[in-house]
């Protein structure tokens, strides 16, 4: 193995990739740790350590982990890379209804550039529509986040409470757009220049930067001594390497997990010739829909609780009847992550929803056929054209079955073993949900470009024995 990778930097155009994409990670960390002119550090500080219960502050942390930004905090960079990955999101939705776009989507290179084009217009749309509410919910006051702006960029109003100028709202407010297309930038001078994928690697290297410290957290809490599991002892640090271990090859097996359907192309004769006539397979991932039924399920099970708990402060502060306010305190519960059956009832419902929605898009069984009547090939047993679309389509639903079942059991590991083990949720967010199918892709990814590099210089690969 360490052969292998003393073979990586003895490729020299592979080294310059190597370093010039580290180099543009660490301006990309850079960036993530400056904050706002508008903000006071301390009063930020204190701000995170108090407001760690606060719905507001449950909901940023849980939209950070793809964001590729802390939402905690107000820095440059505080929208992440969001805007750009919801305006992704929307062309790709857009283009399977809407005909224009879709007829785009098949000239080829040019079209790809010209839809690229068209994400990078929106994506400016979004930055202004996301951090409009972005810096309203930060500095409004509200889900029990204390005062964290300056005070020398404040006013006190008629209510008698510190409010930010519209001037510097406004330049705060640019400071953040310019941040989340330089993130997008940097992106795509990764994509160009260094090994590729640069949106991905941005945002695994945010998902990451969280491991030291929750590692530090449950180290610090923890008791070096046998517990019986009544408390965070040297059991539950056994316990959780061999389940992570577990969870990484089980995520491992389903990401790269594939249903190899036979194909036969078709014999030609030409002069005394025959061409054709093989025998191939038609690879569909079980997991045909990645990470984003995770990510829509639990962005939209987040607003609920979220909704329900600022109806039940705003009543009790209009001093309505205290029935009303406890109505919406018991709907909080119920839709509080880990706490309710509900939430996880309605997490596995959504995300099965979301994983056929989401293939249903991105899969098209009747352009497939299509594609395979063009070029000669069919499916043994089923005609060309309608059949072969049928088939297909028959096929996918039932993989796309496994693999949001796969999905909803990553979702839920992260919950059972920090109720169950009374682990911090920070440790146990490593162990499922979005950030690990996020990391363990990404590192996939990277490690099928480094070996195209050693393969094609004569070097074995990074997973060859």
């Not at 940023?60 to 992704?88: K, N």
């Not at 829509?296 to 502060?317: D, E, H, K, N």
């Amino acid at each position: 193995m360490w052969e292998k990778f003393r073979a990586i930097f003895t490729i020299p155009e592979l080294r310059q990739k190597i370093f010039f994409t580290l180099l543009l990670l660490a301006v990309f960390r850079v960036g993530y740790q400056i904050p706002l002119p508008i903000v006071d550090e301390s009063a930020l500080e204190e701000s995170i350590k108090s407001g760690s219960s606060s719905d507001l502050f449950k909901f940023m942390q849980q939209v950070s982990v793809f964001s590729a930004a802390d939402l905690r905090r107000l820095t440059i960079f505080g929208l992440g890379i969001m805007p750009y990955i919801s305006a992704s999101i929307i062309l790709q939705l857009l283009s399977s209804v809407w005909k224009p776009l879709e007829e785009l989507r098949k000239e080829g290179e040019t079209g790809r550039k010209k839809i690229n084009e068209y994400t990078r217009y929106l994506t400016v749309l979004m930055c202004v529509i996301q951090g409009f509410i972005y810096l309203g919910s930060m500095i409004s006051n509200r889900g029990g986040m204390p005062e964290m702006l300056n005070p020398e960029f404040t006013a006190r109003g008629a209510d008698n409470l510190n409010h930010l100028h519209w001037s510097w709202y406004m330049t705060s407010l640019l400071i953040m757009t310019c941040g989340t297309l330089f993130v997008m930038w940097l992106g795509e001078q990764i994509d160009e220049f260094g090994i590729g994928n640069g949106i991905s690697l941005l945002i695994m290297a945010g998902i990451l930067a969280q491991m030291p410290g929750a590692m530090l957290g449950f180290f610090g809490n923890m008791k070096p001594e046998l517990t019986g599991f009544a408390d965070v002892g040297v059991e539950t640090l056994v316990v959780l390497i061999v389940l992570f271990v577990a969870v990484v090859f089980g995520v491992v097996f389903i990401t790269l997990g594939k249903r190899q359907i036979p194909t036969q192309s078709a014999k030609h004769v030409r002069g005394r010739r025959v061409y054709g006539g093989s025998r191939q397979y038609l690879p569909l991932r079980l997991n045909q829909s990645g990470v984003m039924p995770i990510i829509f399920a639990s962005s939209l099970l987040m607003l609920p609780a979220l909704l329900f708990g600022m109806t039940a402060t705003w009543l009790q502060r209009m001093g309505v009847s205290r029935g009303w306010t406890d109505l919406f305190v018991e709907l909080q519960q119920v839709f509080n992550r880990g706490t309710s059956l509900v939430y996880n009832l309605s997490f596995i419902a959504l995300i099965f929803f979301f994983s056929y929605f989401w293939t249903a898009i991105t899969f098209n069984p009747k352009e497939m056929a299509e594609n395979l009547k063009d070029f000669g090939t069919f499916i043994p047993g089923y005609r060309p054209g309608r059949r072969t679309a049928e088939y297909l389509e028959k096929v996918m639903i039932r993989i796309t079955y496994v693999g949001a079942a796969f999905l909803s059991l990553v979702a839920i590991v992260p919950t059972v073993i920090s109720s169950a083990l009374k682990v911090d949720a920070n440790v146990a967010s490593f162990y499922g949900g979005t950030g690990l199918l996020i990391a363990v892709s990404v590192a996939f990814d990277l490690i099928q470009k480094i070996d195209s590099h050693l393969v094609m210089r004569d070097y074995r690969g990074l997973l060859e024995p």
